[in-house]
């Protein structure tokens, strides 16, 4: 398949994928009277697996029943925007990066301020946009510095989007071990930026601190990823497609 084709399917991908959560997720409109008010939004994110919160040292499965243990989940977020009943923008912060890491299971991240009367949705990208990508990561600020979400043998591929690494049980005893084979995904290329969105809903008060837990559903994120079948996906592979389009499904609220 040629680039331009890969291109064309990962856009049909992405966009079924989130046309799909949208629409399952589309709440009623409801009419917030009042003032417009000024506040600060924070974003709570969760790794989960299931129902349970995910330990990075605990054994899980991929999506082929095969037992497996992760050393690395991360993935970029950026250009988060957040929109009112009407779809009016109430904040926009595009230069916002950020890098969320199964390591760190809980974290919360302060965006800014955000004026109006009540926030519906918040609309970002799953990666970096074009000029952000190919920038010197040696000259950026955390977090776009890190070192192990970019392509330093090959700078011209730009940053890793999403970073899926650990090993895999290959003998079927469900205890994965030193000696078991290791899988990497490392999703890249301006091609695999994404986008997604999800429920807010919260009224705006002046002075408050606004948040909003966003759960990131890793036994999502690795439906129909067979880890000793496909160990490997470097850049803009089928594999690699498939994984960011399932960070799309698995990225959802509580």
């Known amino acids: 398949m040629n680039t331009k084709n890969i291109s064309v399917l990962l856009a049909a991908l992405l966009l ?5 959560k ?3 997720d589309e709440p009623d409109d409801h009419d917030h009277g009042g003032t417009a008010a000024t506040a600060t939004v924070e974003m709570e994110f969760g790794f989960h697996y299931g129902v349970n919160d995910f330990d990075m040292n ?23 925007h957040l929109v009112d009943d009407g779809g009016g923008e109430v904040a926009e912060f595009h230069d916002t990066h950020l890098l969320l890491d199964g390591a760190t299971p809980e974290v919360t991240h302060t965006l800014g301020d955000v004026t ?33 979400m970019h392509w330093a043998w090959n700078p011209a591929a730009g940053y890793k989007f999403l970073l899926v690494e650990g090993r895999v049980d290959d003998d079927g005893d469900g205890v994965v071990d030193a000696g078991d084979p290791t899988f990497s995904y490392h999703c890249a290329t301006d091609a695999l930026l994404g986008e997604d969105e999800v429920e807010y809903h919260a009224d705006i008060t002046a002075g408050a601190t606004i948040s909003r837990h966003v759960e990131v559903k890793v036994d999502v994120l690795m439906t129909g990823i067979d880890a000793l079948a496909t160990p490997m996906g470097m850049g803009g592979e089928a594999v690699n497609i498939a994984l960011m389009q399932n960070l799309a499904t698995a990225i959802t609220v509580d």
């Not at 499965?61 to 988060?80: C, N, R, T």
């Not at 952000?132 to 776009?144: G, I, K, Q, S």
């Open 16 to 20: 079924g994928s989130t046309s799909c």
């Open 22 to 24: 949208k629409d399952e």
């Open 58 to 80: 605990a054994t899980y499965s991929d999506g082929a029943a095969h037992a497996v243990q992760f050393s690395a989940i991360k993935f970029y977020i950026s250009d988060i």
């Open 116 to 148: 109006g009367l009540h926030i519906h949705e918040a609309h970002f990208s799953l990666g970096l946009d074009s000029a952000t990508n190919h920038a010197d990561p040696t000259l950026a600020a955390a977090p776009l510095n890190d070192p192990s």
